[in-house]
């Protein structure tokens, strides 16, 4: 872990905020000390700018980090302003009503999936995906999705970035599984996730594209083995791209408009 030399201070004082939150609770210095590359001086400095500016908190009884007040305020603005969510919520609710499973709502990040929103199935079923999760994009139905309309080298890029570890039987483990993917997902316009990154877990998912091809996100059906199948999923496949493109039309007329 570590900034680039040209990002200074402020990468340092980001890849400190990765650390914190990535921990997914409150962490001690120590913790944090353990993973980080940066001297313990250093460390300590970042952290206390980064508490005098609100966007750690310190608790001086447990002696413990954690995310601020202020971080959480620009993560609003953000999720309200970047976001597909907003936009798509009503068609996020219409997708769940009728079909009864998992929806996902998914923006790329740096070469992963974040998932920006979700619906519950009528029978929720405890799964990775959450919203504000970042997972991988070679082996999930949304990043696959994302991933197949990007141009070749914008592809190359993420590929190279992707770990290819082997989270199910099912997981495509190499470049090649996944560049035969992706050409497959190309040709018929959606993807699918055949237990790839969970047991028991498929979904079915589609593009976001503005007209001019730009991909902006991508939405999923997502549900168990034990309860359909991945033809059954199939099957709905016009829908989800059909919400895809209303979530599409909306974003590029409001916040995601094409630049001359």
Same mark, same amino acid.
């Given at each position: ?47 206390? =700018?980064?508490?005098?500016?609100? @966007? #750690? $908190?310190?608790? %001086? *009884? ?7 007040? +202020? ?68 082996? =999930?139905?949304?990043?696959?999705? @994302? #991933? $197949?309309?990007? %141009? *070749? ?7 190279? +970035? ?99």
């Amino acid at each position: 872990m570590g900034a680039d030399q040209g990002d200074g201070t402020v990468g340092k004082a980001l890849d400190v905020l990765d650390m914190v939150a990535g921990a997914g609770r409150p962490v001690r210095f120590t913790e944090l000390l353990e993973q980080s590359a940066y001297p313990k001086a250093t460390l300590y400095r970042l952290l206390q =700018t980064l508490t005098h500016q609100g @966007m #750690l $908190a310190y608790d %001086p *009884d447990r002696q413990t980090y954690s995310l601020g007040v +202020r971080l959480v305020r620009l993560a609003h603005a953000a999720w309200a302003t970047s976001s597909l969510a907003p936009i798509a919520r009503p068609y996020l609710d219409e997708l769940s009503g009728e079909t009864g499973e998992t929806i996902h709502l998914a923006q790329m990040d740096n070469g992963q999936v974040l998932y920006v929103d979700k619906r519950n199935a009528l029978k929720p079923v405890e799964m990775f995906a959450q919203a504000g999760k970042v997972g991988p994009a070679y082996c =999930t139905g949304v990043g696959k999705a @994302m #991933l $197949a309309f990007l %141009p *070749d080298e914008a592809v190359e890029r993420v590929i190279q +970035r992707q770990s290819f570890h082997s989270f199910t039987a099912q997981t495509l483990d190499s470049p090649e599984k996944l560049w035969a993917e992706l050409r497959a997902i190309r040709s018929r316009g959606y993807a699918f996730d055949r237990e790839e990154h969970e047991p028991g877990i498929i979904c079915c998912a589609a593009p976001i594209l503005t007209k001019a091809g730009r991909v902006i996100g991508a939405l999923s059906v997502t549900s168990t083995t034990a309860r359909t199948t991945i033809a059954a999923l199939g099957a709905v496949s016009g829908r989800i791209r059909e919400t895809a493109a209303k979530i599409a039309a909306e974003a590029e007329s409001w916040r995601f408009p094409e630049q001359g």
